[in-house]
């Protein structure tokens, strides 16, 4: 547990992180209903529920100029980042107001205009991408650092080595984010690998090791992020391991999730919800009103966000040929 | 404007010299390009002149160099990424296809990728099997990548001057053989030629022969061997597989009627399959003969001398393809 | 399991035709072999026959559609699994061009002759080896590719083959059976009282040879007279006890003395290919046929030389109906190696035909008139027909054209040589 006193954000910042967290869970809740609705295709929908704390808690460390980049469990960054709901929402249905104009759907969600610079759905690719963006604020001494989410099951394949080891010998200013949620797809980490303390990897790298750190309490990660991001504004990359959960399983395909069921209800009974709410209300004895307002203003943006998008037209054959070049 | 005859890797590096100082935006990464100067000099003398922030040695990281330029590019700047030889590209494959090709794309032209990787390419001097690839077609396979590779000097310096003021990625290929072979390179710092355009190396009426990099140098020898016997040969050089510059191989076609496609790499679904294919499709009613390809033989190279040279083509197997189809 | 029935090759140029009716209707059963569709080409009206036995399950075309070779048909489910004995399914389905009503011709008459420009194989188009681009300007200048000898690899023929073979004022004339010869600045005059029609397959054809041989082919002409007082006579005592199928024509007479007249006249009974003269050794006489719809097809009398005046007049009798009644096969009007175009029947005097090509030569023939003559210095009625002979000059001369015309003439007076 961190101590609340190394928070240096104000209440109505803890209120907007709040919102941002309850934000997501009912988006992802939609999600489900309208994939299993049939309103949201594909075969290829990664839920963010229980690990809103990690997204949300290191985004909040950083300036509305840093960057963030993902892989493909990307809805609750995106919203981390301020993108706007009802685009999101539309991307997801696949239509031409989406973020991606309806071409990227749920694992390529970006925008550029919050610099989210997108959900990628090969395991690991956006690491050298995340390792580039930090090279052009380097490059262009902008003073800008690059947040970049990491699944545990990417930490094992040659991307991980190659962009974090890049990042290292040039001094990068990125703060990798391993977003350790126990399983890559079906396969535990120990399993999958030979030391599952995964932030150790940076000892490989001569990188800057900012531990493991509890990913379903808000204030914990923010804490932690806040110390790696200066870090890399000042110093170079920075890993962080955030221990979270993922209550929807890998994906839609997912079937064995639901067999862990002890394992979910100990996670579920840590939900960064409940934690940040209890939290807020140690904090400020009379926030029950701010907080229930939270909870109505995100059911409204929701609702407003699946009518914005299911109003919204489709990509037209000009959409389809549009930006395959510059 | 002056002319001087400079050698294919001069005439390179002139034009990422004229660039890098055009703008500042631009830089080179890889593989031994700083201190090294380049594997195939190209970059001689550029640390010294740019300094360590504009031209970056990088580990061997195909996967890494790819990916940042991807990411730099993304963001800004203008990376000229080189991979030691187009052998090693292959493991890179991933984030040229996934990420360089198909970033702007996914999330519909929120951003721009004005990457250049350059590699070496071609056979020689008993390279073997890993180290002998000419594998240009797999890559121009792909939308959103631009694919050339000139047979000339002046090709190599108006093209790869063109590659790096484009805002595309482009895949630039260079082959080996022909980094000592001189020819006239105009000094003209804005001496661009279009990305896409084709060039007829020989004018002639009675067979089109179709071909790009090293397989330029072997037709022009042949259409020299076939013109002292009374046949007239059209050499075109496509430059660039992606955009293909398919009108000027049409229009030549019309004229001869026949066309021979010599192509230093493999048969299997190459270079000469898809000219082969174009030409059946669009101009059938123009055709006087099969379309004749000359390719190396499907078979990896082997070491020695005497079977590697069996295995490829040169000018006498271009002679008696044309021959075949008079 | 049902069964699809392709538009066959009829005839080695045929490409398409119309589709005229349906012979049987869904639910009907067919036999292998039976007609189940009528289809018109360009000459005639081809019977299609159902290369499977089973049940006509769908009609895949209609009365006026356009059916080109291996465009399905018919689909009919073959219950009983009863194929035509012939082939499987399978293999007549694949094998489009297999005819079932008229065979491929086994050893094409041009494949058998010396010299002759392609061996044709029936699995190539129009039956013989060539570029796609040799193809296409045949077709643009109306040249029968069978006639072209290749000269690529392989005997492939090529753009050069072709345009060697065609005379340059062949490429003036824009000969295609789809695209029927107008002037183009010609306006098409139109208002009331005037009616559009479109030219049929068959005059598009006509006017499409008739052009190409007016424009290429250097004709001259030769008349002569006949004393046929003793062939009528000759004809008259043969059909006396003769069955009306079998009574023996005056054009049978004229037709049997043309074909025993050429076997001494071997240039009249050749085709000219530009560089290469096809010579044959057998004699076809194509006999023009007017239709009672309009236009005309050259049936064709094979070894005419050979065959008996009877046999002669019997296949003629069955044949002119046929052709009467739009019954015709492609064989029937293929592989003519000389033409004879008779107008007597309507009292015509004389004539001079156009040469069909690639023919060297075609006989008119006038009408037998009693005319007064002069014998031994008196006027007397004599018994007399004009014919005329159009020659290629190409392939023969005025001196030669005369020779024949005697040789004709001579068994023609002298009948009973026509019997034996």
């Known amino acids: ?41 594909g075969v290829y929908m990664h839920l963010y529920s229980g690990q809103e704390a990690t997204g949300v808690g290191a985004v909040k460390a950083l300036k509305p100029t840093d960057h963030v980049i993902t892989s493909y469990r990307d809805h609750g960054i995106a919203i981390a980042k301020g993108s706007d709901v009802k685009r999101l929402m539309a991307e997801m249905l696949g239509k031409r107001t989406g973020v991606s104009g309806g071409k990227g759907g749920s694992m390529h969600l970006a925008d550029v205009s919050v610099r989210m610079w997108g959900g990628y759905a090969i ?24 947040l970049c989410f990491v699944g545990d099951g990417a930490t094992n394949n040659g991307y991980f080595h190659e962009a974090l080891n890049l990042s290292a010998v040039w001094d990068l200013p990125v703060v990798w984010l391993i977003e350790n949620n126990l399983y890559g797809m079906g396969t535990p980490v120990e399993v999958a690998s030979g030391q599952p303390e995964l932030h150790k990897r940076a000892i490989a790298y001569g990188m800057q090791d900012f531990g493991r750190v509890d990913g379903m309490d808000f204030f914990a990660v923010y804490e932690v992020a806040q110390q790696a991001v200066e870090y890399a504004r000042t110093t170079g990359p920075a890993l962080i391991e955030a221990i979270t959960y993922r209550y929807e399983g890998h994906g839609v395909s997912d079937r064995i999730y ?31 009103p701010e907080l229930a307002q939270v909870e109505s203003a995100a059911a409204a943006a929701i609702e407003e966000a699946v009518r914005f998008a299911e109003e919204s037209p489709v990509p037209t054959a000009e959409d389809l040929v549009r930006n395959v070049y510059a | 404007m002056a002319e001087r005859n400079i ?129 240009e077609p797999i890559f121009a396979h792909f939308p959103g990548l631009y694919l050339g590779c000139p047979s000339t000097p002046a090709d190599a310096k108006g093209m790869l001057k063109a590659a790096i003021r484009d805002d595309n990625p482009v895949l630039f290929t260079e082959v080996i053989a022909l980094y000592p072979k001189p020819g006239l390179v105009p000094d003209d710092p804005d001496f661009v030629l279009p990305i896409g355009k084709g ?34 040969c ?53 055709m006087d003969a099969p379309i004749k390809r000359v390719s190396a033989m499907d078979v990896p190279l082997p070491y020695a001398k005497e079977i590697e040279l069996m295995a490829l083509p040169d000018a006498h197997k271009v002679v008696a393809a044309v021959k075949e189809i008079l | 399991m049902a069964e699809v029935v392709k538009m066959p090759m009829l005839g080695a140029t045929m490409r398409e035709g119309t589709f005229i009716n349906w012979m049987k209707d869904v639910g009907q059963r067919v036999q292998a072999g039976e007609v189940i569709a009528e289809v018109e080409a360009d000459k005639a009206t081809i019977e299609i026959e159902s290369p499977f036995s089973g049940v006509l399950v769908e009609k895949l075309v209609s009365a006026g559609d356009v059916v080109s070779v291996g465009m399905p048909l018919a689909r009919i489910e073959t219950t009983n699994g009863g194929t035509s004995p012939a082939a499987s399914p399978a293999a007549v389905a694949e094998s489009a061009p297999i005819a079932p009503t008229a065979k491929p011709e086994p050893a094409s008459a041009l494949a058998a002759a010396p010299g002759a420009p392609a061996q044709l194989d029936p699995h190539l188009p129009d039956g013989v080896r060539a570029s796609p681009l040799a193809r296409r300007i045949a077709r643009e200048r109306g040249i029968d590719l069978r006639a072209v000898r290749g000269t690529g690899p392989g005997g492939r023929i090529t753009k050069s083959d072709v345009e060697r073979f065609a005379p340059a004022a062949v490429r003036q004339v824009a000969e295609a059976p789809s695209a029927p010869p107008r002037a183009p600045e010609r306006a098409l005059p139109s208002g009331e009282g005037i009616v559009h029609e479109p030219v049929s397959r068959m005059r598009q054809r006509i006017a499409a040879r008739t052009v190409e041989s007016k424009t290429t082919i250097p004709h001259f002409y030769l008349t002569s007279e006949v004393d046929m007082a003793a062939a009528l006579s000759l004809r008259k005592q043969i059909n006396e006890g003769l069955p009306d199928d079998e009574k023996v024509t005056v054009n049978d007479m004229i037709v049997k003395a043309a074909a025993l007249a050429l076997r001494k006249f071997p240039n009249l009974n050749s085709h000219f290919y530009g560089d290469t003269l096809v010579r044959y050794q057998y004699i076809n006489i194509g006999i023009a046929v007017a239709l009672p719809g309009g236009g005309l097809v050259n049936v064709v009398a094979r070894n005419a030389d050979q065959l008996s005046i009877s046999q002669l007049a019997k296949r003629n009798k069955v044949m002119f109906a046929n052709a009467r009644e739009g019954k015709i096969k492609p064989e029937d009007i293929e592989g003519a190696t000389f033409t004879v175009s008779n107008l007597g029947a309507y009292d015509v005097e004389h004539f001079q035909a156009i040469i069909s090509p690639p023919e060297a030569a075609i006989l008119a ?56």
């Open chain 2, 7 to 135: 050698p294919m890797r001069e005439a390179l590096r002139a034009a990422l010299r004229e660039e890098m100082i055009r703008d500042e935006r631009v830089f080179v990464m890889g593989q031994e390009v700083g201190a090294w100067e380049g594997t195939h000099k190209v970059t001689r003398g550029f640390l010294d002149e740019f300094g360590a922030r504009r031209v970056r040695d990088t580990p061997i990281s195909e996967m890494a160099i790819v990916g940042a330029a991807v990411g730099a590019a993304m963001a800004g700047l203008r990376p000229v990424a080189e991979i030691m030889t187009i052998n090693f590209a292959f493991l890179a494959f991933d984030a040229l296809i996934n990420h360089a090709a198909k970033a702007r794309y996914m999330f519909d032209g929120q951003f721009k990728v004005p990457m250049v990787l350059r590699a070496a390419t071609g056979w020689g001097n008993q390279a073997t099997a890993t180290h002998s690839h000419t594998p």
């Open chain 1, 123 to 146: 395991v690991g690719g956006h690491l050298p991408l995340a390792a580039g963006i930090a090279l052009k604020s380097k490059y262009s001494n902008d003073g800008d650092v690059v």
């Open chain 1, 1 to 41: 547990m961190s101590e609340l006193t190394k928070t240096t954000l104000t209440r109505a910042e803890l209120v907007e992180a709040y919102h941002q967290m309850v934000l997501i869970r009912r988006f992802e809740e939609k999600c489900k209903e309208l994939y299993n609705a049939r309103k949201i295709g």
């Open chain 1, 258 to 288: 639901m067999k862990r069921v002890e394992e979910m209800r100990a996670y579920q009974q840590r939900d960064p919800l409940l934690i940040m709410e209890k939290k807020l209300r140690e904090l400020f004895p009379d926030i029950a």
């Open chain 2, 234 to 286: 059209e050499v075109i050089d496509v430059r660039w597989l992606r955009p293909l510059d398919l009108p000027l191989i049409f229009e030549s076609f019309k004229k001869t009627n026949r066309c021979v496609v010599v192509e230093e790499s493999l048969p299997f679904y190459s270079f000469g399959s898809e000219i082969a294919a174009q030409l059946q499709e669009h101009m059938f009613d123009y």
């Open chain 2, 199 to 232: 060039d007829i190396k020989r004018a002639g009426k009675d067979v089109t022969i179709v071909s790009y990099g090293r397989g330029v140098e072997w037709s022009l020898e042949a259409a020299e061997i076939l013109a002292r016997e009374g046949v007239s």
């Open chain 3, 365 to 420: 023939v006038g009408a037998v008139k009693q005319v007064p003559v002069v014998v031994d210095g008196e006027i007397r009625i004599g018994t007399r027909m004009k014919l005329s002979l159009s020659v290629d000059h190409r392939v023969s001369d005025g001196a030669e054209g005369a020779s024949f015309l005697k040789a004709l003439r001579e068994l023609l007076e002298n009948p009973m040589r026509l019997l034996v």
